[in-house]
């Protein structure tokens, strides 16, 4: 009926109020801190990280849609993709649907790792999923098959970097820049690459990305220095580097001058 509420959440109390004149649709209280939920195509999801239960209402009118209760452990985290909802549980992974499949579970796949999940990231159609191992696994969405693997060299110390384009995923773990190809998980490139992450209090991260292109700032060991190299993000080359002053050496009597190398 072309109705348009907004969720109010405060503490664990949970509110569904109506756009047009602020009346209360529904209220709700979570049980417990532990207690989560996600919204995804006028669905909500109800789930916990000590309860292996997951309850998908309406979120109009609360009308329970289904249930899931085989996970035997609680929930990490859950995310999306597209008309699904995928599930992480310490060490497995499970894509559900989120409509009533009348005699026929939820579960479109699930997958089992050999040791724990450390990270769950969702590009374009497939999920990245890091175990504590060290173990980067490209998994399928449509259907959890592994399409590739690749290795990192510090589990606990790993960001992504990606822009939602078909350009490179880039992994960094302290010690190496990755190019992963975001559409099969495969490796394209690996560089040697020491940069200590927020080293500048005015940058958010030292690592950027710019179309097709990688920008890495890094500190020398002259603390008034600074290195930026640009790689090409698809193929891991060297584009250009340049090593710049931060600030004045007035003790020299001379403004040093970065060098810039092609």
């Known amino acids: 009926n072309n109705q348009v509420f907004i969720l109010h959440a405060k ?3 949970l509110f569904l109020l109506s756009i047009m004149d602020g009346s209360l649709r529904w209220e709700k209280s979570l049980e417990d ?4 939920y996600l919204v995804h195509n006028n669905k909500i999801i109800f789930y916990s990280k000590e309860n292996p239960l997951i ?16 996970i035997n452990d609680g929930v ?5 993709l597209d008309n699904n909802i995928i599930i992480h549980s310490n060490r497995k992974i ?8 009348v005699f026929r579970s939820l579960l479109n796949w699930q997958n089992i790792f050999s040791d724990d999940i450390v990270s769950v990231n969702i590009i374009l159609k497939n999920i990245f999923v890091l ?12 259907n959890g098959e592994i399409k590739a693997e690749s290795r990192v060299n510090d589990y606990s110390n790993v960001s992504f970097y990606h822009d939602s384009t078909k350009n490179s995923l880039v992994v960094f773990d302290g010690s190496f820049l990755m190019g992963l190809d975001p559409n099969n998980g495969k490796s394209l490139w690996k560089i040697r690459e020491f940069s200590h992450k927020h080293f500048i209090h005015s940058l958010t991260d030292n690592i950027q990305l710019s179309g097709n292109r990688l ?4 500190p020398p060991e002259e603390k008034s220095q600074l290195i930026i190299k640009t790689y090409n993000r698809n193929t891991g080359e060297l584009l250009w580097l340049s090593d710049e ?3 004045v050496d007035y003790g020299s009597g001379a403004l040093k001058k970065g060098k810039t190398f092609t």
């Open 131 to 142: 175990t504590r191992s060290g173990g980067l696994f490209c998994v399928d969405g449509n």
């Open 33 to 36: 801190k532990s207690d989560r």
């Open 245 to 247: 002053n931060l600030w």
């Open 11 to 13: 503490g664990t109390n």
């Open 94 to 101: 499970l894509s559900l649907q989120t409509s009533s499949r």
């Open 55 to 70: 309850n998908i209402s309406n979120i109009i009118d609360q009308n329970l849609i289904a249930s899931y209760n085989k």
């Open 76 to 80: 990490d985290s859950i995310f999306t």
């Open 215 to 218: 920008v890495v700032l890094s």
